[in-house]
């Protein structure tokens, strides 16, 4: 499974900006997938998760009202549209899949395959 997420750049505070993460070598509709983002000097933090079917979602307390998660497994690609966003959400974001489960995953051990990131800079 390979993943490649693309879409990031340089937006003002306020401003709009979707990231997308195209999923390539296996079923993507059979993977769960999620997005995680590290700033600068912190820790590699949840964003949002979204079910095989898409039918079900999650997002962290952080982005909940301007983030919102969604697939297109027609194309084998998962999006991240970000609004309202704030210099705080600057970050390199990673897309992230894992076999389907029950549950959806929060935690990054919980997912075996990750993109290479893109790089989000929000400006104030």
């Known amino acids: 499974v390979q993943l490649q997420a693309s879409g990031g750049g340089l937006v003002q505070a306020g401003g709009s900006l979707r990231v997308s993460c195209v999923v390539s070598?296996?079923?993507?509709?059979?993977?769960?997938m999620g997005w995680f983002r590290q700033a600068p000097g912190k820790e590699r933090e949840f964003v949002a998760a979204?079910?095989?079917?898409?039918?079900?979602?999650r997002h962290a307390d952080s982005v909940k009202g301007r983030f919102t998660i969604s697939r297109d497994n027609a194309n084998n690609t998962v999006y991240l549209q970000m609004n309202s966003l704030t210099p705080e959400d600057t970050a390199v974001y990673y897309c992230?899949?894992?076999?389907?489960?029950?549950?959806?995953?929060?935690?990054?051990?919980?997912?075996?395959?990750w993109g290479q990131g893109t790089l989000v800079t929000v400006s104030s």
């Open positions: 979204i079910s095989m079917s898409g039918g079900r979602t």
């Open positions: 070598g296996r079923t993507f509709s059979s993977y769960d």
């Open positions: 992230a899949a894992t076999p389907a489960r029950d549950w959806l995953g929060y935690r990054d051990w919980e997912y075996n395959y």
